[in-house]
């Protein structure tokens, strides 16, 4: 039976991308409760997640950076370094969404999503493991992928697009990182109670529609997603690279 000393992550620093509100919040808050320091990043105040990390006994270090700009990832990564000490987690969170017909879904939306929900995630991924590699230090990288990165959708091209992607980098990055001591994984949530599913939770068809397909019966809470990340940050997963973890009420088993 696996030690529950497996699990533990204390003594190390994890990295979270959209932490100021729901899922990247849960995760941020999930890590520190098992251990982690946490250095949160985002454009947005992330006060109320400061309160509960350090409620934990935890240190927290918020980071601005726009995670449109390729060139903010560089002085992000650094800033944490410096600030938090090495990192030895990243959680690749940040995301956004834009919703149209593919009829009328415009270059703007289609390039603003992209450049956040992947490109950055490249970008960020790499800088912080050619640290790793640099300093031979192992690591973990936890991408989080969606129902998307597996189905198409209605009316989120870019976001189906990126997500899709997301699952495949996972895989790549795994198969190159894997014997330099860095474990890639993903973890694909389902329907979950966020900013980003506030319009279909709003819509009484659509919200209807999604919960009959969902075996569990509910929209999931961000609090559930939180021991899916843990898992993948512990030394628990030490021989898991490149796997898509759903975290989904049962909605790809129907």
Known sequence: MTNPVHFSLAGRRAL???????????????????????????????????????????????????????????????????????????????GIIRRADALDFTEADWDAVMNVNLKAVFFLSQAVARRMVAERRRGRIINIASMLSFQGGIRIPSYTASKSGLAGL??????????RGINVNAIAPGYFVTNNTAALRADPERNAQILARIPAGKWGE?????????????????????????????????
């Open 16 to 94: 979270v991308t959209g932490a100021n509100t729901g899922l990247g919040q849960a995760i941020a808050i999930a890590l520190a409760a098992a251990g982690a320091d946490i250095v949160g990043a985002g454009r947005s105040a992330m006060a109320e997640t400061e309160t509960a990390v350090t409620a934990l006994g935890r240190r927290f270090l918020a980071v601005t950076a726009d995670l449109a700009r390729m060139e903010a990832i560089e002085p992000l990564v650094e800033a944490a370094s410096t600030e938090a000490g090495p990192i030895d987690i990243l959680v690749n969170n940040a």
């Open 170 to 179: 996972t895989r790549l990055l795994a198969c190159e990182w894997a014997a």
């Open 222 to 254: 961000p609090s559930e997603l939180g021991g899916a990340a843990v898992f993948l940050a512990s030394d628990a997963a030490s021989y898991v690279h490149g796997a898509v973890l759903p975290v989904d009420g049962g909605w790809l088993a129907r």
